[in-house]
């Protein structure tokens, strides 16, 4: 996937997102998403790179847990045959809970 077709999936889960992180003062009230790309893994033989899969992680953030978004998600991943890993944890700091899906694409 490309990042205009990743950037056209995160619009159609229908919350406030952006690319790695929001500016300074200018995070939006959660629910909102994250997402990023942290590496690649790649297959080559005899010096050349014949594919890359693209690493993705959607960072879904919330001030209370939200099944109903997460389903959201969940079935747009679906609808776009991406097979996802899924995380959660609860930040402090941020009094947020991260729900995190790390894929390839």
Known sequence: MTYEEINE??????CPFSYHHFAEGESPAPPF???LSPGEHTFSADNLMYYSFKQ???ELYTDKKSPEVEERVEEILRQHHIFYNKTE???ESERLYEVLYETEV
């Open 89 to 91: 944890a609860w930040i």
């Open 56 to 58: 993705l992680d959607i």
């Open 9 to 14: 999936m995160m619009q159609e889960m229908d």
């Open 33 to 35: 998403l994250l997402f």
